[in-house]
């Protein structure tokens, strides 16, 4: 964890209630892998395309801290680089999304602390802004107003599963947040946004490694566009997810924005080469999401470590972690 927090940037967001007593939710924010991601040649009218993504979390996570507070407004506070305006900022604006869509007004303080690289397709900012939904429907007792009608104890360890308000905000604020309000791997279909299937945990080595460049994900999409590749059958994955089949899984992962992403960026595929390299029979490579982080699924940790550390040598930002093999949704409330 990085010491100290830099970059508090204080923005009202409407009157404070000065008898909400104080309580703090704080949970972590896992960065994603996408077993299987398959994009469909085309737009809707919208100008959108069609996805289905497989996604499980991995424990690589940012550490999230909300509290309430009797001062009006939010305030965000990250030890990454200072955010200018908060509102650029996805967390903070889950948060003033949430409470606007509720009808309440309540001061907030909301802390990250970053581990997940950006613009890699690990879904860091995604992950940030279900945290902090998380963190507020597990405080939304102590918060003006008391519970929304329907609302209550959230199953399954999903501090949010009975509040429809926090799943459409989810959506609103990008395809990858919805995932990150439960805790099963899912196969989410739609624009990528809508949750059609849970799998049970499975924990997988991963090495993640990523050049200095990134991906844009809308140069991505256009790059696909004049070059469209096939999606793969997630058949025969989703099976092995099934069963628990960790070799199955790992032979079935697939991306299909692979080329594009790499003829966005050309380190990315520098990268995925170099993990090819490194690979052991029966390993899989894998770019993670839109790029430009890559994925090795290593045979044991001791594997993903040594992957890690080769990338390292070569210059690559690279660390070993593991797919998360137990809930993790749930916030931890306590008295500020």
């Known amino acids: 964890m990085r010491e100290g927090a ?37 737009r809707d009218g919208r100008g959108y395309h069609r996805v289905d993504s497989l996604m499980c979390a991995l ?16 305030e965000l506070a990250c030890d990454a680089s200072p955010t200018p305006d908060p509102r650029s900022n996805l967390a903070f604006r889950a948060a003033e999304s949430l409470l606007a869509a509720w009808g309440v007004e309540q001061g907030l303080r909301i802390r990250l602390v970053k581990r997940v690289p950006s613009q890699a397709g690990l879904g860091g900012g995604s992950s940030d802004a279900a945290a902090v939904l998380r963190c507020l429907c597990a405080l939304r007792d102590k918060i003006g107003g008391g519970r929304p009608r329907g609302a209550g104890a959230g199953g399954r360890g999903d501090a949010t599963s009975a509040d429809p308000t926090a799943f459409e905000v989810a959506r609103s604020l990008g395809a990858d947040v919805p995932f990150f309000l439960g805790d099963r791997p899912c196969m989410l279909g739609g624009l990528g946004d809508e949750p059609r299937r849970h799998f049970g945990h499975l924990s997988l080595p991963v090495t993640l490694a990523r050049p200095d460049g990134g991906v844009p994900t809308p140069a991505a999409y256009r790059a696909f566009d004049s070059d469209p590749v096939p999606p ?12 628990g089949d960790a070799r ?11 080329r594009a992403a790499c003829s966005v960026q050309p380190l990315v595929a520098d990268t995925l080469s170099l993990l090819r390299s ?10 993670c999401g839109s790029g430009s982080a890559c994925a090795l699924f290593a045979r ?6 040594h992957v890690a550390e080769a990338c390292r040598a070569a210059g690559l930002w690279s660390c070993a972690t593991m797919t998360v093999g137990s809930d993790w949704a749930r916030p931890e409330v306590s008295a500020a």
């Open 278 to 287: 490194l690979a052991l029979p029966g390993e899989g490579v894998l770019l």
């Open 59 to 74: 424990e690589l996570h940012d550490d999230v801290e909300v509290e309430l507070v009797d001062d009006a407004g939010i």
């Open 232 to 243: 793969a059958d997630p058949a025969a994955l989703m099976s092995a997810l099934d069963r």
């Open 300 to 305: 044991d940790e001791a594997r993903a470590a």
């Open 248 to 258: 199955g899984v790992i032979a079935g992962v697939s991306n299909n924005l692979t």
């Open 6 to 42: 830099s970059g508090v940037s204080p923005q009202p967001a409407g009157r404070g209630l000065e008898t909400t007593p104080r309580a703090v939710a704080r949970t972590v924010a896992p960065a994603k892998v996408n077993l299987y991601l398959g994009v469909r040649a085309g």
